[in-house]
């Protein structure tokens, strides 16, 4: 009789390490094989933040969004993150998507002026009222993809 | 009489450009790196952000940063949940923002390439709590590009994040933040 109830408990104890053990090594927001939550245009995106951060954040943010919009630029500047700037409001709104590093061919290879289609994950909008020298406003992506 | 006036002025505007040129104008970039490191005997964390808004007027010293609390890459999945909803409570809180001086700005020649140190100074805003916090930085001018590097620790405690006794022993109280930016002239 004792020994099924001691066999439940190993089982309960090894189910509780397999559970600890799985969500300690838990994988990062697979952007590839997750479908886009949203998809919408860069301006729509910006707009959304600019008009009301607070709703935006809580319709984007941590999730993956689908984005079209025209290419500002192409930035390089940082090895460890190659990123695309699209245009969000013709002015100094911007929808900044960070790329893992492998894909930095990828990045390069893509021209100015060419509308770009990006799947992403959202982080969030970095503009500040009170510092004067960051006057541009930027909604991030990050773990970007260029769909093709 | 008429050409030494012209000469004059002409000297003058001369001059004046040359000084707008070598001491003006501001200083930026959208992709510098922040990381952040705690140590202690059971576990070491990380995390890095290659986003970081950053920009510095090189007449006045005024330096600014601005950063997404989100955008912080931790190599594992959980303790990037744990850091933005438990301990940052980054959806309330998005963003932290550093606004200071480079205290010895004209020690800094943008001209001339070279490594510079000066104090730096200011105040850092995480989870709507200020402090001032200090650091020396260090410069270095590489044909108009220039790129900082500096580190001050943080206490968390210091701004508002209560880490539970569980997990005491695994976050330091001394969180080394490191700055390390290339800035372009931009106007």
Redesign the interface.
């Known amino acids: 009789m004792k020994r099924p109830i001691l066999l439940f408990i190993a089982l309960l104890v090894l189910g509780a390490v397999y559970y600890a053990y799985k969500s300690y090594n838990k994988p990062h927001t697979n952007v590839e094989e997750t479908a886009a939550a949203e998809s919408l245009t860069a301006i729509n995106l910006f707009d959304a933040f600019d008009t009301d951060e607070t709703a935006a954040l809580t319709k984007y943010a941590d999730k993956v969004i689908q984005v079209n919009g025209s290419i500002f630029q192409i930035d390089l500047s940082n090895d460890a993150e190659p990123q695309v700037v699209l245009q969000g409001n013709g002015n100094n709104g911007f929808i900044r998507c960070g790329f893992k590093s492998s894909e930095t061919d990828k990045v390069k290879r893509l021209n100015d002026n060419v509308t770009l289609n990006v799947k992403g994950l959202c982080k969030g909008f970095n503009s500040s009222e009170e510092l004067d020298l960051l006057a541009d406003k930027d909604v991030v992506l990050s773990n970007c993809m260029i769909i093709e | 009489m008429k050409k030494i006036t012209i000469l004059i002025v002409a000297l003058l505007a001369v001059g004046l450009v040359a000084f707008t040129n070598h001491s003006g104008g501001?200083y930026?970039?959208?992709?510098?790196?922040i990381n952040f490191y705690s140590h202690t005997s059971v576990e070491d964390i990380t995390a890095?952000n290659?986003?970081v808004?950053?920009?510095?007027?090189a007449s006045s010293g005024?330096l600014?940063f601005?950063?997404?609390i989100?955008?912080f890459?931790f190599p594992?999945?959980?303790m990037?949940e744990h850091f933005?909803e438990n301990y940052m409570s980054?959806?309330k809180y998005?963003?932290s923002?550093f606004?200071g001086t480079i205290e010895n700005m004209e020690a800094i020649n943008l001209a001339q390439n070279g490594t510079y140190t000066s104090p730096v100074s200011g105040n850092l805003t995480m989870k709507d709590v200020t402090k001032e916090v200090s650091t020396i930085a260090t410069f270095t001018v590489t044909d108009g590009v220039v790129n900082a590097k500096a580190s001050f620790n943080v206490n968390p405690e210091d701004y508002n994040i209560d880490i539970p006794k569980v997990v005491s022993k695994k976050i330091s109280r001394e969180i080394k933040v490191s700055i390390d930016a290339?800035y372009?002239h931009t106007h």
């Open positions: 501001i930026k970039t959208n992709t510098g790196n890095d290659h986003k808004k950053t920009a510095f007027d005024k600014q601005s950063v997404l989100k955008d890459e594992k999945a959980l990037q933005n980054s959806t998005p963003k923002t606004s290339d372009m």
